[in-house]
């Protein structure tokens, strides 16, 4: 085996063993000092270096703001700290490819330090691009879901369900994000919590703005107990009339986002095209 191989392999190792001390030692002291916190736990765990350290990169306003970009895409599984070791893990995967391309290519040149750069900075910013892109696709996931769901519960409370009741068919009959945080909102509900402050905790989680402003429509009705099924049905029609304007603004946006494709692949044939028998004919005399 080959020296760059072997150094390359070494270092994929080495970061392979920091993800997995991390994740079996480090998540689960952290995991322990949030129940010490709640008073769930008897004894908070000694703090090791490793878990101070990364609590240390990130100060309080920077892990409220993470914190809430998890709770926005789901991953309520992850701590701030545990996305921070996810990005130093990246990067050092992204760091080890690098210098297995640089071994790889056997030179020291633009081709390969651009190659080492680009896998680096590929590896540091890859758990922050699925960060971005899953809160992008919950929300969408939202959007195409609540006029339906919006319809369902108004529909039910027509024919005489109780808010709580036509809830639960309107949850069983949506998918994605949507399903998944009505079905937290009905266990909230269960274990006690009022409507209101279950249905503000889900707004609060999602920071959907439609679904915000449902979420505010519907705990104020119920305050100032106005007719819950017309506002049930003016939000669903706003909801839908906000979904179109957006399709169409995507439509809108096509054109432009077209011009390169066509540049880049029906400019270079047609021109062949339109020059090929010329160009052939000059070169066949």
């Not at 056997?106 to 080492?116: C, E, P, Q």
């Not at 998944?180 to 274990?191: F, P």
């Not at 905790?201 to 920071?207: C, I, K, T, V």
């Amino acid at each position: 085996m080959s020296t760059p191989i072997l150094l390359g392999i070494i270092l994929l190792l080495v970061v392979l063993v920091i993800a997995g001390y991390y994740y079996f030692v480090v998540s689960r002291n952290d995991v322990h000092r949030r129940l010490a916190e709640l008073n769930l736990d008897a004894e908070a765990p000694s703090d090791n270096r490793a878990s101070v350290s990364i609590h240390k990169l990130l100060d309080e306003s920077q892990k409220r703001t993470l914190a809430r970009r998890l709770s926005e895409a789901g991953w309520y599984q992850v701590s701030p700290p545990k996305f921070v070791m996810y990005t130093l893990v990246g990067g050092g995967v992204g760091l080890a490819l690098g210098f297995g391309m640089f071994f790889a290519l056997g030179s020291l040149d633009i081709k390969s330090i651009t190659a080492f750069v680009v896998l680096t900075l590929a590896g540091f910013m890859a758990p922050n691009a699925s960060l971005n892109r899953a809160i992008e696709q919950r929300k969408k996931s939202v959007q195409r879901e609540l006029p339906n769901f919006l319809d369902i519960v108004s529909t039910s409370v027509e024919a005489g369900t109780a808010l709580s009741g036509a809830m639960n068919v309107g949850a069983e009959a949506v998918e994605g994000a949507l399903k998944e945080e009505l079905n937290a909102v009905m266990a909230d509900i269960r274990l006690g919590r009022s409507r209101g402050e279950a249905l503000a905790a889900m707004a609060h989680r999602l920071r959907e703005p439609d679904l915000t402003t449902t979420v505010t429509a519907i705990v104020q009705a119920e305050k100032l107990g106005g007719n819950i099924s017309a506002v049930l049905n003016s939000l669903a029609a706003e909801a839908r009339d906000r979904r179109m304007m957006r399709a169409e603004e995507v439509a809108a946006q096509l054109p432009v986002k077209l011009i390169f494709p066509m540049a880049g692949f029906m400019l270079p044939a047609l021109m062949l095209l339109i020059f090929g028998g010329i160009i052939a004919q000059y070169f066949g005399k």
